[in-house]
């Protein structure tokens, strides 16, 4: 089984941009898909990136997802941050019929 | 709307068992696989299981296999999990979860339920 490693907490001011990485340990970032949620404290997570790189409707255009074959990593954008942002985010992927979630990012907007 | 609803959570002393379920409302049930996903506390997201839409396959985590079972009652859009030989490290709130498809992950989850495993 692989892990997905994320930083621990990343924190920025509102207007401004955060990218929160997330690195598989072994096997491709790029054989299966990545999702990222967000998570705030006591509520359903959601997602806010499905299939690597797409936006459910509903979930603005701020958030962003890419993956990178090279750092076998896949990375959440979040621009013009808002205070309503702040929450931890999860990335997600797959692989042999075994699921697995990143160790998760908290997010504080300052 | 998707709406999923669990219940069945509580307090339970460890070794027993208990039994989640979770309502599912707002779209074809039987189209769609779905997932048991669970936070211990202070800890992160943890996937738990999968069945699949026609409850054909199921699959665990390592942690809880061979102690839980999914299942999925069509007629009622009903989801379940049946825990049995309970632990202190299965605390955590529990996620019902559906499936978003094309070998990635969940896509709509529930509020989740409670399980606290103490003596």
């Known amino acids: 089984n692989f892990m997905l490693t994320q930083p621990h907490s990343v924190s920025e001011s509102p207007g401004k941009t955060v990218t929160i990485s997330c690195t598989r340990s072994s096997g491709s970032i790029a054989s299966n898909y990545v999702q990222w949620y967000q998570h705030r404290p006591g509520s359903a997570p959601t997602t806010v990136i499905y299939?690597?790189?797409?936006?459910p409707s509903g979930v603005p255009d701020r958030f962003s997802g890419s993956i990178d074959s090279s750092s076998n990593s896949a990375s959440l954008t979040i621009s013009g941050l808002k205070t309503e942002d702040e929450a931890d985010y999860y990335c997600?992927?797959?692989?042999?019929?075994?699921?697995?979630f990143g160790t998760g990012t908290k997010v504080a907007v300052l | 709307q998707v709406q999923l609803v669990e219940s069945g959570g509580g307090v339970v002393q460890p070794g027993r068992s208990l039994r989640l379920s979770c309502a599912a409302s707002g779209f074809t049930f039987s189209r769609y696989g779905m997932h048991w996903v669970r936070q211990a506390p202070g800890k992160g997201l943890e996937w738990v299981a999968i069945i699949w839409y026609d409850g054909s396959n199921t699959y665990y985590a390592d942690s809880v296999k061979g102690r839980f079972t999914i299942s999925r009652d069509i007629s009622k859009n009903t989801l379940n999990l049946q825990m049995n030989s309970l632990r202190a490290e299965d605390t955590a709130v529990y996620y019902c979860a559906r499936d978003g498809g094309a070998a990635a992950g969940p896509d709509f989850w529930g509020q989740g339920t409670l399980v606290i495993v103490s003596s």
């Open positions: 997600q992927s797959y692989d042999s019929s075994n699921y697995v």
């Open positions: 299939e690597d790189n797409q936006r």
